[in-house]
């Protein structure tokens, strides 16, 4: 039996073999196209949220008071004078040590001009955070397999303008996203990682450790995350799991404990000085409420934050990205080292942190101390996901609602983005409103005539800036400059006689730390009534009505005593009464005032060293009344001006 094919049969073979053919090359070609575009959209997104935001930050570019109080003590460490502000006194006035000593790396490798070296770090460290929040939030989403990520909530961040203000102001605001973005994005990869190697995982430990130097406030998100990675179940390890528990409390601890013990030995206090200048452990809710509002009220802030959350929570639930632990010991253990968990901890902490930040009273700042809360809120929909239907169009289906709900999202973002980009919340200008907060920056524009005061010269033009100045130069015997209580000129209180060779020294007593000390040599003693400079204003009584950080204000009389100048008229200033600065000559002969002044200007030998870390909890305690009569009684000591009988 034979078999016969005609020719019309061969035809129709060949022809059905290339439409098969043609068929899979399609139905491949179709999701390499889209995995293409997915890369490509998610590429595309970061490029353009960091050009966005490089470009609002260098519009609104600037160098704050606060700013230039860093580069101080940046100036001291390059002199060899140590991290210190002034050179007689071992006082801690940067909240961030972290950014102190950045900022004083790259200005020792550059040897560039210190305000162009920070005005660079901090952009820089800003525009990074944004790249890792975004990285790290398209791996919880689940990369750009079969989806596009779409800026979102990082559209919400940079489009608020203290967002983009305080990207180059000179202080870590960037440095603290930028290591809460890197964590964010490392603690996402840890979560999902099939084997967590041990090297990669002692990495993250160590950085988690750093909060506390990047920022106090920042030590509780650096303790949950720690908590999370030292609870849940351990990879493999040679010596076993508690062996490697122990490494990582060693290696999470090792850089921040060992500062801890040298910050406590060195300036006799557990914490930076401007916690005890701002009473960081005090409550005053209904400042907080203010300056909460101050930020979330003026942009309508909670509708995007509103649309997100929903947005958000639908994505999550449509892919079945959120998982919940099971309710036992391993269960728990097990849901710690989940996407889940890390979304947890970083809204946790957010909310945590705005929840202090509110009891604390805010800030004088617009919107600076609520910065990183937002951020923190805004990580798990940095960028969003809408997937894409291999079959084109035409293959979407109901199901896929969740898709809608995300796309009308990104259009209501996207506008409220626009709008909050033009807004400005604060309008006074120059005028501090009753809330005592401002707009920094417009503030300083404003009252030095500059666009971009970046440069300490450019701090000049503020008022009574170049008088201060002059008056330094033009009494080469030294004085005590203090300011007259109109606020419109200086008065110079000469030290007694015989002058020594060279002079006295001058001392500077003047709210404005930064702009007053980068433009006087480092052997100008630069101090402030509020404290972040001046131990002994620093633990005066918080004023209970006093602005918001600003409410510590030390008479100028204990610093007529403190310097050393003519306590006397005509020589001493018309405005000081010579009863009271006798009255602080007593005060401060406190047994307790001398040992905190003794603390931090006696020469640090290893037996001072001891003494200051063993006193240092005592020393952050430690409380003078500002009023030299009621200081006299707290402290027991004899009036010399009692009152008369009645």
Known sequence: ?????????????????????????????????????????????????????????????????????????????????????????????????????????????????????????????????????????????????????????????????????????????????????????????????????????????????????????????GVLALGMIFLAPMPAFRFGPIALRALIVAVAGIVPVAYQ??????????????????????????????????????????????????????????????????????????????????????????????????????????????????????LPVAVVPIRLPVGGLRAFSPRDWSTAVVLVALLGTAGWSVYAAGTTAIKTGTKISSSGIVDERVYYVLNTGKDHPILAEDYLDYPRMRAMVRDIANNPNGGLLLNSPSFTMWYLDPPPQPIPEGGSGHTVYFLNLGMTSMNVPLDVRVIDPMGLAYPLAAHSDRLADGRIGHDKALYPDWVVVDSGMVDIHPWMPWYMDEEWVTQARTAMSCPQTQALMISVRDPLTFDRFKHNLRNALNFAKYRIDRVPKYEIQRCGLVDPFPEPPR
């Not at 489009?159 to 996402?188: F, H, Q």
């Not at 947005?311 to 639930?317: D, F, I, L, Q, S």
């Not at 099971?326 to 945590?352: D, E």
Request: glycine share 10%; charged share 15%.
């Open 1 to 221: 039996m034979s078999l016969s094919i005609s020719p019309d049969e061969i035809v129709v073979a060949e022809q059905e073999t290339t439409e098969d053919e043609r068929l899979r090359e399609r139905t491949t070609r179709v999701p390499a196209r889209l995995a293409v575009l997915s890369r490509a959209t998610f590429v595309g997104g970061i490029v353009l949220t960091v050009v966005l935001f490089a470009v609002g930050a260098w519009q609104r570019r600037w160098i704050a008071d606060d700013g230039l109080i860093v580069l101080r003590t940046v100036r001291n460490l390059l002199a060899g004078n140590g991290p210190v502000f002034n050179v007689d006194e071992r006082v801690e006035t940067n909240t961030s040590t972290a950014w102190t000593y950045l900022v004083w790396f790259f200005s020792w490798l550059t040897q560039a001009r210190l305000e162009y070296v920070v005005l660079g770090v901090a952009l820089t460290v800003s525009l990074l955070a944004m790249v890792f929040a975004m990285l790290g939030t398209a791996r919880l989403w689940g990369g750009t397999t079969g989806q596009l990520l779409i800026p979102a909530g990082a559209l919400v961040y940079i489009a608020l303008p203290p967002a983009r203000d305080y990207a180059t102001s000179g202080l870590e605001s960037g440095l603290v996203i930028c290591w809460v973005g890197l964590l964010w994005w490392l603690m996402i990869r840890w979560s999902q990682a099939a084997v967590v190697r041990v090297p990669g995982l002692l990495g993250l430990v160590f950085l988690a450790g750093l909060a506390p130097l990047i920022r106090p406030e920042a030590t509780l998100i």
């Open 261 to 378: 013990i040298w910050r406590m030995g060195y300036y006799g206090l557990p914490y930076p000085n401007t916690a005890v200048a701002k009473d960081a452990g005090g409550a005053k809710w209904g400042q907080g409420m203010k300056y909460f509002w101050d930020l979330v009220g003026p942009y309508y802030l909670w509708i995007p934050l509103l649309v997100l959350l929903i947005a958000g929570v639908v994505t999550a639930v449509a892919r079945g990205v959120a998982v919940r632990p099971t309710w036992s010991v391993a269960g728990i253990r097990a849901w710690l080292r989940s996407p889940s968990a890390v979304v947890v901890m970083v809204l946790g902490s957010g909310l945590l942190l705005t929840v202090y930040a509110i009891r604390v009273g805010g800030d004088f700042m617009h919107g600076r101390m609520l910065l990183t809360q937002l951020f923190l809120l805004l």
